[in-house]
C-alpha cells in the first residue's frame, strides 16, 4: 500500500508539472540535425516507410530509408499531451553525409512547396491521458541523400516541436556483405564483423579509394554507427571494392538479445508485467524485477533490436486507444561506484537522459525507474556511464557474438559537378 501511495503521488506531481510546461510559453529553438524531440508534450514520435497494403503496427519496426526509384511515401506519427489546440507544419531539408544541411535550394530537390500543413488528427478514445494523434506523409523529394524533416507549430518557423531523420536511395551501386566472426580471437566469442563488397559497374568514380563515404550502422542506431572506411583492396579493372579489415574498423560488439515487457493491456498481465495499478489519472504498470546477465550464457530469443510497436491488446487500434502508462523498471544489483545506469532504447531514441535515468533505492537494492510510456511492446536493455563519459551495455548485459543482429550499409558520394553528397547504394544485412 505504501509503494501505490508513493506511485500516485508521484503521478500527481508529474501531470501538474506536465500541466505548467505546457502554459509556459516557447522559446525560439535552434534546429538540431539529428532525432530530437523540443517539447516534453510530443511522445511516441515514428517514421517508417507506408505500407503498400493495409496498415498494421509492425509497420513501424522498418527503418525511414526508401528507394528514389520506388517514390515510395514515409509516414511521420506523433502524439501530442498538450490538452490545447495545435496546428503543425513540416518542413524538409537535405543534408551531406555527416549531417550537416547541404547547400541545396528547395526547388532542387522537393517537388512541391516546402511547406506541408498536418491535417490528419484524431483524438484519443477511451483514455485516461487524452492526446491528439497525428499522421502524415511527407514531401517526395528528387533526389538522393540524407534529410531531416522539421515539424513546427502556429506557422511559427522557430517554434519547432520535433525533427526526424531518413535517408532516400538511388542506389547506383550494387553493394553486398555478411555478418560473421571477428578474424581476431581476441574479440572471437564478444564481437561481430561485417565484411562486405561495392561493385559500382558503369557508375562513374574518378578515386573510388577516396570519393566513396562508406558507413555501417548497427541495429539502425545513430549511436552504433561507424566512421567512413577505406577500402582494403581496389578492383579498377572489374569496378570492385572489397572491405575486409584486420584491425576492427568494420567489428561491433554483438550485445545481446534486448529484453522486452508486452503492456499493451492494463487489463491483463502480459509478458513480464508483474503488477498493474490502475489509478485515477493514471495506470501504472510494473515490469518484474531484473538482474544482471553479465555471467549468463547467451540464450536465444526473437526480439525487435531494441524498437517497439505500438498497440491495444484489447481493440488493436493502438494509434488513438493506447494509453499513456507509467512503466516501473527495477534491476536489482548493488549500488555502481562513479557510474549511472540508464534504460535504454529506440522509445527514447537511444538518449541518455533525465527521462530513463535510474536511481538506487537502498530499501529495494535495485535500480529503479518510472517512465510513462504509451501501450504497445518494448524492447530495451539496461546501459552505464562512467566518470569520463564512457558507455557501456556490457556491465548488465554481456556481449555474444551469436547474437541476432541487423546492419546498415551506407554509400555517398558527390558526383562530378553535384554540390551536395547523395546515397547511391544501401544495403541491409542480417
Known amino acids: 500500500m505504501k509503494k501505490l501511495i508513493t506511485i500516485l503521488l508521484l503521478i500527481s506531481v508529474s501531470v501538474f508539472a506536465q500541466k505548467k510546461k505546457n502554459r509556459d510559453t516557447y522559446e525560439p529553438?535552434?534546429?538540431?540535425?539529428?532525432?530530437?524531440?523540443?517539447?516534453?508534450?510530443?511522445?511516441?514520435?515514428?517514421?517508417?516507410?507506408?505500407p503498400n497494403s493495409g496498415k498494421s503496427p509492425q509497420a513501424s519496426l522498418n527503418p525511414p530509408v526508401v528507394k528514389l526509384q520506388d517514390n515510395q511515401p514515409l509516414l511521420l506519427e506523433f502524439d501530442c499531451l498538450n490538452p490545447d489546440y495545435q496546428f503543425f507544419r513540416v518542413k524538409v531539408f537535405h543534408c551531406n553525409a555527416d549531417w550537416k544541411p547541404s547547400v541545396l535550394s528547395e526547388i532542387e530537390y522537393l517537388t512541391e512547396f516546402n511547406d506541408v500543413p498536418i491535417n490528419d488528427y484524431?483524438?484519443?478514445?477511451?483514455?485516461?491521458?487524452?492526446?491528439?494523434?497525428?499522421?502524415?506523409?511527407?514531401?517526395?523529394?528528387?533526389?538522393?541523400?540524407?534529410?531531416?524533416?522539421?515539424?513546427?507549430?502556429?506557422r511559427?518557423?522557430?517554434?519547432?516541436?520535433?525533427?526526424?531523420?531518413?535517408?532516400?536511395?538511388?542506389?547506383?551501386?550494387?553493394?553486398?556483405?555478411?555478418?560473421?566472426?571477428?578474424?581476431?580471437?581476441?574479440?572471437?566469442?564478444?564481437?561481430?564483423?561485417?565484411?562486405?563488397?561495392?561493385?559500382?559497374?558503369?557508375?562513374?568514380?574518378?578515386?573510388?579509394?577516396?570519393?566513396?563515404?562508406?558507413?555501417?550502422r548497427q541495429n539502425f542506431r545513430d549511436d552504433k554507427m561507424t566512421k567512413p572506411l577505406t577500402p582494403f583492396m581496389v578492383d579498377t579493372y572489374n569496378k570492385k571494392l572489397d572491405f575486409q579489415f584486420f584491425d576492427g574498423e568494420n567489428q561491433f560488439?554483438?550485445?545481446?538479445?534486448?529484453?522486452?515487457?508486452?503492456?499493451?493491456?492494463?487489463?491483463?498481465?502480459?509478458?513480464?508485467?508483474?503488477?498493474?495499478?490502475?489509478?485515477?489519472?493514471?495506470?501504472?504498470?510494473?515490469?518484474?524485477?531484473?538482474?544482471?546477465?553479465?555471467?549468463?550464457?547467451?540464450?536465444?530469443?526473437?526480439?525487435?533490436?531494441?524498437?517497439?510497436?505500438?498497440?491495444n491488446y484489447e481493440t488493436n487500434r493502438g494509434e488513438t486507444e493506447s494509453d499513456y502508462v507509467r512503466v516501473s523498471f527495477m534491476?536489482?544489483?548493488?549500488?555502481?561506484?562513479?557510474?549511472?545506469?540508464?534504460?535504454?532504447?529506440a522509445f527514447n531514441d537511444w538518449k541518455l537522459n533525465e527521462r530513463n535515468l535510474m536511481h538506487y533505492v537502498p530499501e529495494s537494492q535495485a535500480y529503479e525507474v518510472y517512465i510513462q510510456l504509451k501501450q504497445g511492446?518494448?524492447?530495451?536493455?539496461?546501459?552505464?556511464?562512467?566518470?569520463?563519459?564512457?558507455?557501456?551495455?556490457?556491465?548488465?548485459?554481456?556481449?555474444?557474438?551469436?547474437?541476432?543482429?541487423?546492419?546498415?550499409?551506407?554509400?555517398?558520394?558527390?558526383?562530378?559537378?553535384?554540390?551536395?553528397?547523395?546515397?547511391?547504394?544501401?544495403?541491409?544485412?542480417?
Open 156 to 216: 511559427n518557423e522557430d517554434d519547432i516541436v520535433l525533427t526526424r531523420k531518413f535517408m532516400v536511395s538511388d542506389n547506383r551501386i550494387n553493394v553486398g556483405g555478411k555478418a560473421s566472426f571477428p578474424n581476431n580471437t581476441q574479440r572471437r566469442m564478444t564481437h561481430q564483423q561485417v565484411n562486405f563488397g561495392i561493385n559500382y559497374g558503369s557508375y562513374d568514380i574518378i578515386d573510388p579509394k577516396q570519393d566513396l563515404k562508406v558507413m555501417i
Open 377 to 430: 511492446i518494448y524492447n530495451y536493455n539496461y546501459l552505464t556511464v562512467d566518470e569520463k563519459g564512457i558507455k557501456s551495455e556490457s556491465d548488465f548485459e554481456n556481449t555474444h557474438s551469436q547474437t541476432e543482429n541487423v546492419y546498415e550499409i551506407f554509400v555517398y558520394h558527390r558526383p562530378i559537378g553535384a554540390r551536395a553528397d547523395a546515397l547511391v547504394g544501401y544495403s541491409l544485412v542480417k
Open 122 to 154: 484524431k483524438n484519443s478514445f477511451a483514455t485516461k491521458i487524452q492526446y491528439n494523434h497525428f499522421t502524415v506523409e511527407l514531401p517526395h523529394v528528387k533526389l538522393s541523400g540524407n534529410y531531416i524533416v522539421m515539424v513546427y507549430k502556429n
Open 253 to 311: 560488439e554483438g550485445g545481446n538479445e534486448f529484453r522486452m515487457f508486452d503492456g499493451r493491456s492494463t487489463q491483463q498481465k502480459l509478458v513480464n508485467i508483474s503488477k498493474i495499478y490502475q489509478g485515477a489519472t493514471e495506470s501504472v504498470i510494473e515490469i518484474y524485477p531484473e538482474k544482471s546477465q553479465n555471467h549468463m550464457a547467451y540464450v536465444a530469443i526473437n526480439d525487435l533490436n531494441g524498437q517497439f510497436v505500438i498497440d
Open 331 to 345: 534491476l536489482k544489483s548493488d549500488s555502481l561506484d562513479n557510474k549511472k545506469v540508464y534504460v535504454n532504447g
Open 29 to 50: 529553438k535552434k534546429i538540431i540535425y539529428d532525432n530530437h524531440i523540443y517539447e516534453p508534450y510530443i511522445r511516441t514520435v515514428q517514421l517508417y516507410p507506408a
